[in-house]
T-cell receptor, first 114, second 112 residues
Framework: NAGVTQTPKFQVLKTGQSMTLQCAQD?????MYWYRQDPGMGLRLIYY???????DKGEVPNGYNVSRLNKREFSLRLESAAPSQTSVYFC?????????????FGPGTRLTVT | GESVGLHLPTLSVQEGDNSIINCAYS??????FIWYKQESGKGPQFIID?????DKRQGQRVTVLLNKTVKHLSLQIAATQPGDSAVYFC???????????FGGGTRLMVKP
């Protein structure tokens, strides 16, 4: 089992460019999440998907869109990148949305917007 | 606003000593807490969790203590090893599904 995988590992964008971050999990989990982590800070939830076909906003959704392509895959799209979106992005998955369902994290994508 | 925070940004300990990492939270509605370990270049990894109906939980070399009276959480690592060097985050669940709010992190450095 690979767990949670993310692509790409690193990306540099110019302001205004768009890109999609990919995430996949092979644990047959129902729920998936996208977080961002800024230097010296904890993770903040961008969007989450309780189950295939549903998505909901988290704490910091502005400037992002998501797609739950199928049960395995959850992508994060930046339509018009801004320097404020420079961050490390983590995808996570869990069995469900019940309290105590452990979230498993991917290795992250380091994004720089110039 | 209400948030989870940490007292110390960096903790340096000698190999073999015990480490204590602290976390304060302010939301009395939080009912579930988790400690994560994050090594350089990797995603957070679950260490141990505790529910609000408990005040202590032990794992392998780790213990989490919860003091609801003063809204304080701590992670104790026994016989700290070089492999324990990482950033440690506490996270709280404020009772809404599985949504977690993370603290800012403490870097643990283990000196050989």
């Amino acid at each position: 089992n690979a767990g949670v995988t993310q692509t790409p590992k690193f990306q540099v964008l110019k302001t205004g460019q768009s890109m999609t971050l990919q995430c996949a999990q092979d644990m047959n989990h129902n729920s998936m999440y996208w977080y961002r982590q800024d230097p010296g800070m904890g993770l903040r939830l961008i969007y989450y998907s309780a189950s295939e076909g549903t998505t909901d906003k988290g704490e910091v959704p502005n400037g992002y869109n998501v797609s739950r392509l199928n049960k395995r895959e959850f992508s994060l799209r930046l339509e018009s990148a801004a320097p404020s979106q420079t961050s490390v992005y983590f995808c996570a998955s869990s069995e469900g949305l019940s309290t105590g369902d452990e979230q498993y994290f991917g290795p992250g994508t380091r994004l720089t917007v110039t | 606003g209400e948030s989870v925070g940490l007292h110390l940004p960096t903790l340096s300990v000698q190999e073999g000593d015990n480490s204590i990492i602290n976390c304060a939270y302010s939301n009395s509605a939080s009912d579930y807490f988790i400690w994560y370990k994050q090594e350089s270049g990797k995603g957070p990894q679950f260490i141990i969790d505790i529910r609000s109906n408990m005040d202590k939980r032990q794992g392998q070399r780790v213990t989490v203590l919860l003091n609801k009276t003063v809204k304080h959480l701590s992670l104790q690592i026994a016989a700290t090893q070089p492999g324990d060097s990482a950033v440690y985050f506490c996270a709280e669940n404020r009772g809404a599904g599985n949504m977690l709010t993370f603290g800012g992190g403490t870097r643990l450095m283990v000196k050989p």
